[in-house]
Each structure stands twice: as structure tokens, then as C-alpha cells.
């Protein structure tokens, strides 16, 4: 069985090969009928531990879209809450015969354990666990980026690209670190040094702590959102504090290169990392991350249950 738990685990040909199915997914999403019957009989899981409101979404949308059976689970209201283990929960799931289970969970590790264990006889997507990683996240980011700076059908060596704020709780951070820089992109991270993570050194990229000084030189700005959740009530930084460090305004979006976009991988702390002005700009993508996120999902779930037909027969191609 293939997974996808890292982007760690994508070379720069699996990259491309992702992104490239997902601009063929995408001109599917522009015909008057948007579904491939590529998955029809196979059995998708969306096992969520943690809330959601994109990825579940879009995993979903992405398996109809493939024709694919959806299951729904969520944990609050499940068996998880009287403590039923993530063993037993694997196991029930194995017994419906799922083929693909999209995995998101409040614990670093866990769509790994659940990829290994042998609980399981399913390919198994992470959909973000814990701090750790989101790769299905990097690569969504990676279409909409390469679609902005690179023309598609091109990778995004050497483009400059700046990822701001709470990295030390950010698994879209470390994903996208790793992917970017797989396909030859120069990344920057900036953020105070209380939301770096310990390590940070090692990671691929350069660090800063001074926003300003960064942004003339940006191809893509990401900011990222502050996750209070994750975080100790006594570290919280003061809104007005942290906006004016490490928050990206209408003056600070204007030092930015004209065809420079801004990212964020939603959900926004509208006022805090970002404002409402920068939010609702025409440069900002966030929506457009959305609606490719179902494009290079349902790349990735084709890519790992190897459909049964090419995913777009020849004839159906928009182009012939
Ligand atoms: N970007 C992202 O993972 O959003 P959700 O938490 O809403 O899925």
C-alpha cells in the first residue's frame, strides 16, 4: 500500500507528477459534469480527530468527484469520546473495507502509527496531524503558487517564497518548507523567536525576525494563523503586538512586488496576522487555495488507489 504522511516522502518527479494531475482534476471542475467514474467501488474514509472545515470538506468533494464512496467520521459524537483507542477504531474501520483513509488527528505521529501498525489494509493520507505535518496542504499551496509565478507545467526553482508568524505550531509550515524546497524554491521563515521551533537551524530554509526587511524580495508571502489552541494562555502575544511586528497590512502588502500573491491556508485571524483589508485584496489567494485543494486531493487519491481507468480518458480531454 502507497500513503502520504510527509512531504518529506514526495521526490521532485512525485511532486510534479501531483501537481500535474491536478491540473488535469481542475478541467474536470470546468465541464458541466464534474464527475469521473476513476474510483467507483472503492471506499474513502475521512477519519477526523481534530476539527475542520477545508480539508474535510474538500477530501469529500475530491472522492465524489472520483466517484469514490465517502465515509464521514468525526470523533466528537463517535465512540471516541467513552475511549475507544485509535486500535479499535482502525479496526472497525477495516472491517467496512476501507480502501483510502484521510487521517487528521491531534497527535504528531498518529497517521503514521495507523500507516504501519497493520490495524489496517488501507492507504492512509495525512490530513494534518498534531504540529507535525499537512503535506496535502503543501502541495495545494504549490498548484496555486506555481499557477501565479511559474506558468503551469513548471516548478518553482529558485522563487522566493516567505512563510510568517506561529511556525512553531505549524504543521502547514513544515510541510511547506520541505515541498517548496524539493522544488527549488528559496524559503524564508519569519517569525518572533518564541514561535520557532527547536531545530529551526536545521530545517532548509533561512530565518528572520524582521518582516520588512524581507518583503520587497517575496515572490509569495504566507502568513500564517496564530493558534491560540495550541498554546499556553500565559505565551498568548497581544494582538496590537503582534500585528505590528509580524502582521501583513495594507502598507507592508504595498512593499511587496507587483506580482507578488499572499497566501494563508485559512482559517484567518482576520486583525491579527492579517487584515481584513489584506484579506479581501485581489492578491490575496486564500480562496483559490481552496478550490485547488479538491483538485490536488483528488490527484492524490487517484495517484495512491491507482484508479482502474486513466483518470481522464483521451476523448474527454478538453483539449482533443
Ligand atoms: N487549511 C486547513 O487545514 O484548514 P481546516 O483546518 O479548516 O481544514
Redesign the pocket.
Given at each position: 500500500k502507497r500513503h502520504l504522511i510527509s512531504a518529506a516522502d514526495l521526490t521532485r518527479d512525485d511532486a510534479i507528477l501531483v501537481l500535474d494531475t491536478a491540473e488535469e482534476m481542475a478541467r474536470v471542475a470546468d465541464r458541466p459534469i464534474k464527475k469521473l467514474p476513476t474510483l467507483r467501488g472503492r471506499t474513502v474514509v475521512n477519519l477526523f480527530f481534530e476539527?475542520?472545515?477545508?480539508?474535510?470538506i474538500s477530501f469529500e468533494a475530491a472522492a465524489k468527484r472520483l466517484s469514490a464512496d465517502v465515509i464521514n467520521f468525526s470523533a466528537k459524537g463517535s465512540s471516541v469520546s467513552k475511549g475507544e483507542s485509535l486500535k479499535d477504531t482502525a479496526l472497525t474501520l477495516e472491517a467496512m473495507g476501507a480502501d483510502a483513509v484521510v487521517i487528521r488527528h491531534h497527535f504528531s505521529g498518529a497517521p503514521h502509527r495507523l500507516a504501519t501498525s497493520g490495524w489496517i489494509n488501507a492507504s492512509v493520507v495525512n490530513a494534518?496531524d498534531g504540529t507535525h505535518e499537512?503535506p496535502t496542504?503543501a502541495l495545494l499551496d504549490a498548484l496555486t503558487m506555481r499557477r501565479h509565478l511559474s506558468g503551469v507545467g513548471r516548478d518553482l526553482e529558485g522563487r522566493r517564497i516567505t512563510i510568517v508568524g506561529d511556525v512553531l505550531h505549524s504543521r502547514?509550515a513544515r510541510s511547506n518548507v520541505l515541498l517548496l524546497t524539493t522544488l527549488g524554491a528559496e524559503v524564508t521563515l519569519v517569525a518572533p523567536p518564541t514561535l520557532l521551533p527547536i531545530g529551526v537551524e536545521t530545517w532548509p530554509c533561512r530565518v528572520s525576525y524582521d518582516l520588512d526587511a524581507v518583503l520587497a524580495t517575496s515572490d509569495a508571502v504566507m502568513m500564517l494563523r496564530v493558534q491560540r489552541e495550541r498554546m499556553n494562555a500565559a505565551f498568548f502575544p497581544t494582538e496590537r503586538e503582534y500585528a505590528r511586528r509580524y502582521g501583513l497590512d495594507g502598507l507592508r502588502m504595498a512593499a511587496l512586488p507587483e506580482h507578488a500573491i499572499v497566501m494563508h491556508?485559512?482559517?484567518m485571524n482576520r486583525g491579527m496576522e492579517i487584515t481584513a483589508e489584506v484579506a479581501d485584496s485581489p492578491r490575496c489567494t486564500a480562496v483559490e487555495q481552496v478550490a485547488n485543494g479538491v483538485s490536488t486531493r483528488m490527484a492524490v487519491l487517484y495517484l495512491l488507489l491507482g484508479g482502474s481507468e486513466p483518470a481522464i480518458a483521451p476523448a474527454a480531454r478538453p483539449d482533443n
Amino acid at each position: 500500500k502507497r500513503h502520504l504522511i510527509s512531504a518529506a516522502d514526495l521526490t521532485r518527479d512525485d511532486a510534479i507528477l501531483v501537481l500535474d494531475t491536478a491540473e488535469e482534476m481542475a478541467r474536470v471542475a470546468d465541464r458541466p459534469i464534474k464527475k469521473l467514474p476513476t474510483l467507483r467501488g472503492r471506499t474513502v474514509v475521512n477519519l477526523f480527530f481534530e476539527d475542520s472545515t477545508r480539508t474535510r470538506i474538500s477530501f469529500e468533494a475530491a472522492a465524489k468527484r472520483l466517484s469514490a464512496d465517502v465515509i464521514n467520521f468525526s470523533a466528537k459524537g463517535s465512540s471516541v469520546s467513552k475511549g475507544e483507542s485509535l486500535k479499535d477504531t482502525a479496526l472497525t474501520l477495516e472491517a467496512m473495507g476501507a480502501d483510502a483513509v484521510v487521517i487528521r488527528h491531534h497527535f504528531s505521529g498518529a497517521p503514521h502509527r495507523l500507516a504501519t501498525s497493520g490495524w489496517i489494509n488501507a492507504s492512509v493520507v495525512n490530513a494534518g496531524d498534531g504540529t507535525h505535518e499537512h503535506p496535502t496542504q503543501a502541495l495545494l499551496d504549490a498548484l496555486t503558487m506555481r499557477r501565479h509565478l511559474s506558468g503551469v507545467g513548471r516548478d518553482l526553482e529558485g522563487r522566493r517564497i516567505t512563510i510568517v508568524g506561529d511556525v512553531l505550531h505549524s504543521r502547514v509550515a513544515r510541510s511547506n518548507v520541505l515541498l517548496l524546497t524539493t522544488l527549488g524554491a528559496e524559503v524564508t521563515l519569519v517569525a518572533p523567536p518564541t514561535l520557532l521551533p527547536i531545530g529551526v537551524e536545521t530545517w532548509p530554509c533561512r530565518v528572520s525576525y524582521d518582516l520588512d526587511a524581507v518583503l520587497a524580495t517575496s515572490d509569495a508571502v504566507m502568513m500564517l494563523r496564530v493558534q491560540r489552541e495550541r498554546m499556553n494562555a500565559a505565551f498568548f502575544p497581544t494582538e496590537r503586538e503582534y500585528a505590528r511586528r509580524y502582521g501583513l497590512d495594507g502598507l507592508r502588502m504595498a512593499a511587496l512586488p507587483e506580482h507578488a500573491i499572499v497566501m494563508h491556508p485559512g482559517p484567518m485571524n482576520r486583525g491579527m496576522e492579517i487584515t481584513a483589508e489584506v484579506a479581501d485584496s485581489p492578491r490575496c489567494t486564500a480562496v483559490e487555495q481552496v478550490a485547488n485543494g479538491v483538485s490536488t486531493r483528488m490527484a492524490v487519491l487517484y495517484l495512491l488507489l491507482g484508479g482502474s481507468e486513466p483518470a481522464i480518458a483521451p476523448a474527454a480531454r478538453p483539449d482533443n
